[in-house]
């Protein structure tokens, strides 16, 4: 037997926009102003999850990190 309860959750998740924002290379005070901008953008088009891939990322510095804490800050509590 099946859990309705599950396939209402997985139904959910179906229907949930999402967007992936891959940074690439060194992410420092250069980089981390296009980060939020990116990640402002994917907000205002209605996305409501936003998975951030950092596989690509060598280098973060402090500006980077504050990038990727101010975007987060962008979505509320």
Do not use: W, Y
Request: proline share 3%; hydrophobic share 45%.
């Amino acid at each position: 037997m099946v859990d309705e309860r599950l396939m209402l959750e997985n139904a959910e998740c179906m229907q949930t926009k999402f967007q992936v924002i891959k940074p690439a290379g060194i992410l420092d005070g250069t980089k981390a102003h296009q980060f939020r901008s990116d990640v402002s953008e994917a907000i205002k088009s209605g996305t409501q999850v936003v998975l951030v891939d950092l596989q690509e990322v060598t280098f973060m510095d402090s500006s980077g990190l504050a990038g990727i804490v101010l975007a987060l800050k962008q979505f509320g509590p």
